[in-house]
């Protein structure tokens, strides 16, 4: 399983969403867009084509964008995604 978190090292969720990970031993790679956020937002919508404003964490799953640490846990919630 290949998971991937884009993060500002300032957010909460994008803490909650690492320490959810952490806490199962589950290898994530974290991109931490902190410095110049505006550009790498832009980034973001075009390779995951966002049509909205971004929010952080972006948490891609094999490929797949889910969301955030809220659209996550509300997959796992509803039993449509499973780690």
């Given at each position: 399983m290949?998971?991937?978190i884009y993060t500002l090292s300032y957010c909460p969720y994008c803490a909650a969403a690492?320490?959810?990970f952490d806490?199962?031993?589950m290898k994530y790679t974290e991109y931490q867009?902190?410095?110049?956020?505006?550009e790498e937002f832009r980034k973001l919508?075009?390779?995951?084509?966002?049509q909205?404003?971004?929010?952080?964490?972006?948490?891609?799953?094999?490929?797949k964008r889910i969301g955030g640490?809220?659209?996550m846990m509300t997959?796992?919630?509803?039993?449509k995604l499973k780690f």
């Open positions: 290949s998971i991937e690492k320490r959810f806490e199962r031993g867009l902190d410095g110049n956020e505006d919508q075009k390779k995951f084509n966002i909205n404003e971004v929010t952080v964490p972006q948490i891609i799953v094999n490929g640490y809220t659209d997959l796992l919630e509803e039993g």
